[in-house]
C-alpha cells in the first residue's frame, strides 16, 4: 500500500465513526494504565485510601476540581442554562466562592489536624479521633450518611453515563451505564486513592479544555456576541423569561439557591479528602491559585456552551429538537467538530462523570471499612495482611482493609446500578434529572458536615454529643425539607423553592454549638492537638508530626 492510499484511507477513519471510537478507546486505555501502576505503589490501607499523604498540588487541585464537578459541569449546568438563562450562573458563583473559601479556611488546617489526631485517614475518623468520641456513634453515624448520600451520587453519575451512550451512539441507556460502571470500577477497584486521583487530573485537563473549546468555536459558527445575544433574548421572549439577566426579572428565591450551593464544599468528603492528601499543608496555597484557574475556565466554559447553544439552536446548526436540555454540551461537540475531536470531546463528559464516580466509591469504601467495619471489630483491618501460599511460598500478600476496600466499591456500584437503571421512569425511585439527584446528595453533605468540619478546625469547644446531634440535625432538615418543602409540584405541604442545604446547614451549625457548649468539659489533650494542628498549619516549612516534636 503506498503513501497515496494511506492517507485518504487515515482520513476517511478520522472523520468517520471509527474516530470517535478511536478516541474512547485512547480515554480508556489510559485509564486503565494508570489504575495499574497505582496498584504497584499501593500496599497499605494507607495509600489505597489516602495516597500515602503524596498529593502535590497540580494533582491535588485538578483531581479535587474534576471529583468535585462530575457530569454535572458538562451536562447539568449547561441544561440548566440552555433552559432558563444566566439566572442559573448564581450557582456558579456560589460554588466559586464557597470552593474558594474552603481552600483557604478548611484545607491548611485539616491536612494537619487530620496527621496531628492519630494520622486519621478518614472524616468520620478524624471526628472521632478529634473530638475524642469513645463510643464510635461518630463514625458509625458519618459512615452511615456517606454510605446512603454517596450511593445516590453514584447513581446520578451512572445516569449521566447512560444518557451520554444513549445520545452519543444510540447504545441503550442501560448498557452504557454498565460500561461506564465497569470501568470506573475497574481502575478503582485495582489502583485506589493514587489511580483516582491521576486519573481524575487527566480528566479534570481533559474537562477544562473541552468547556474553553467548544464555546469559543460555537461563537464563532454562531456568527459573534451581537447574534448570540439576539437569539438569546428572542428564546427569552418566546419562553417568558430574562435569559439574559441575572437579576432583572429574577426571583430572589433563585439567587440565595444558587449561592447557598457554595455552602456544599465545606462538607464534601471526596473533595476535602484531597485536602488530608496534600504532601504538606504549605501547598494549599498553591494548589489553591491552581484550581481557582480551573474552576473560572470551567465554569465560564460552561455557561458559554449553554449560551451559545442557544444559539445554534436557534439558527439550525445544531438539532436540539426531541433532546435533552443536559445533552447540549454533547450535542455543540459532536456537531462542530470533526470525528475524531468530537470524540475526545465526548471523552470528556465520561472524563468528568467518572473522575466524580470513583473519588465517591473510594470514600465510601473507606468509610465502610474504616469507620463502620473497624468500630465494631476486635482487630484493626489496617494491620492484617491476606496471603496467597504456594507450597511454601507467599505469591502475593495483601492487607485486610484493602481487600474489604475492593469488595465494597464493588457492592455499592452495584446498589447504584439498580437504583440508576430505571431513572428514565417517571415513577423511579430517584429522579432522571442530574442536577436534581446531585442537588440533594450535596445537600445532604454539606449540611451533615460543613459546620462539623469548620467548627473542628476552628474552635476549641466542639464537643463529640455537639458534633453527632448536629450532623443527625443536617442530614434529617435536608430529607424533610426536600420533601415537603422543595420538591416541586411533588412537595407535601408548599413549594418553598429554597434550597435545603440552606436550612439544613443553618440548624446543623445552631445544634452542634448548643450542645456542645452544655457539654463541653476542658480536655488538656484536645487543646494540644487542637494548638498544635494551628502551628503546623502556620508555619512556613513543614515538619512531620512526631510525639516527639509534638512534646
Known amino acids: 500500500m503506498n503513501l497515496f492510499t494511506i492517507v485518504p484511507t487515515t482520513a476517511e477513519v ?129 459512615g452511615i450518611i456517606f454510605f446512603i448520600f454517596f450511593t445516590l451520587y453514584v447513581a446520578s453519575g451512572l445516569v449521566s453515563g447512560g444518557k451520554f451512550f444513549d445520545s452519543s451512539f444510540g447504545i441503550p441507556y442501560e448498557t452504557g451505564m454498565i460500561i461506564v460502571a465497569s470501568i470506573v470500577v475497574l481502575y478503582t477497584l485495582v489502583g485506589g486513592f493514587l489511580a483516582v486521583s491521576w486519573t481524575d487530573m487527566v480528566q479534570g485537563l481533559m474537562m477544562v479544555i473541552a468547556l474553553v473549546t467548544v464555546p469559543i468555536v460555537g461563537l464563532i459558527m454562531a456568527g459573534g456576541f451581537e447574534q448570540v445575544a439576539l437569539d438569546v433574548a428572542a428564546k427569552g421572549a418566546a419562553t417568558d423569561q430574562e435569559m439574559l439577566s441575572l437579576v432583572f426579572n429574577v426571583d430572589p428565591r433563585d439567587i440565595i439557591t444558587g449561592l447557598a450551593w457554595g455552602l456544599g464544599y465545606f462538607g464534601m468528603p471526596h473533595i476535602i479528602v484531597r485536602f488530608m492528601a496534600l504532601k504538606t499543608p504549605q501547598q494549599a496555597t498553591q494548589a489553591r491559585r491552581i484550581w481557582a484557574i480551573w474552576m473560572a475556565l470551567s465554569l465560564f466554559g460552561a455557561i458559554g456552551t449553554a449560551m451559545v447553544g442557544i444559539s445554534l439552536a436557534a439558527q439550525g446548526i445544531i438539532n436540539m429538537d426531541g433532546a435533552d436540555d443536559e445533552t447540549i454540551f454533547l450535542v455543540t461537540g459532536q456537531t462542530l467538530f470533526p470525528s475524531l475531536i468530537a470524540g475526545f470531546m465526548l471523552a470528556a463528559i465520561l472524563a468528568a462523570i467518572m473522575s466524580t464516580v470513583s473519588s465517591q466509591l473510594l470514600v465510601t469504601s473507606s468509610a465502610v471499612v474504616e469507620d463502620i467495619y473497624n468500630s465494631f471489630s476486635k482487630h484493626n483491618v489496617k494491620e492484617v495482611n491476606l496471603g496467597i501460599t504456594i507450597g511454601d511460598k507467599t505469591v502475593r500478600e495483601s492487607n485486610l482493609g484493602v481487600t474489604m476496600g475492593r469488595v465494597v466499591v464493588l457492592i455499592v456500584t452495584v446498589i447504584a446500578v439498580v437504583l440508576a437503571w430505571n431513572a428514565k421512569e417517571s415513577t423511579s425511585f430517584i429522579s432522571s434529572s442530574i442536577l436534581a439527584i446531585v442537588s440533594f446528595a450535596w445537600a445532604g453533605f454539606g449540611a451533615a458536615f460543613g459546620p462539623i468540619i469548620i467548627l473542628s478546625l476552628w474552635w476549641r469547644k466542639l464537643t463529640a454529643q455537639g458534633a453527632l446531634w448536629g450532623m443527625i440535625t443536617g442530614a434529617v432538615v435536608v430529607v424533610l425539607w426536600h420533601y415537603l418543602l422543595n420538591n416541586g409540584k411533588f412537595s407535601t405541604i408548599v413549594d418553598t423553592k429554597i434550597y435545603e442545604i440552606l436550612p439544613g446547614f443553618v440548624l446543623c451549625w445552631l445544634v452542634a454549638y448548643v450542645v456542645s457548649i452544655l457539654t463541653y468539659q476542658p480536655n488538656p489533650e484536645i487543646d494540644a492537638e487542637f494548638d498544635k494542628a494551628i502551628e503546623m498549619a502556620k508555619a512556613k516549612e513543614y515538619v512531620p508530626f512526631t510525639q516527639e516534636n509534638h512534646n
Open 14 to 142: 478520522l472523520s468517520g465513526t471509527q474516530g470517535v471510537a478511536i478516541a474512547m478507546i485512547v480515554y480508556f486505555t489510559a485509564m486503565i494504565i494508570i489504575g495499574i501502576w497505582a496498584y504497584t505503589r499501593t500496599s497499605t490501607m494507607d495509600d489505597y485510601m489516602l495516597g500515602g499523604r503524596e498529593l502535590n498540588p497540580l494533582v491535588a487541585a485538578l483531581s479535587a476540581g474534576a471529583a468535585d464537578m462530575s457530569g454535572w459541569l458538562l451536562m447539568g449546568l449547561p441544561g440548566a442554562l440552555y433552559a432558563a438563562g444566566l439566572v442559573q450562573s448564581w450557582i456558579a458563583i456560589g460554588l466559586t466562592v464557597g470552593a474558594y473559601i474552603n481552600w483557604w479556611i478548611v484545607a491548611p488546617r485539616l491536612r494537619t489536624y487530620t496527621e496531628v489526631s492519630q494520622n486519621s485517614i478518614t472524616v468520620p475518623s478524624f471526628l472521632s479521633n478529634r473530638l475524642r468520641d469513645r463510643s464510635n456513634a461518630l463514625r458509625v453515624t458519618a
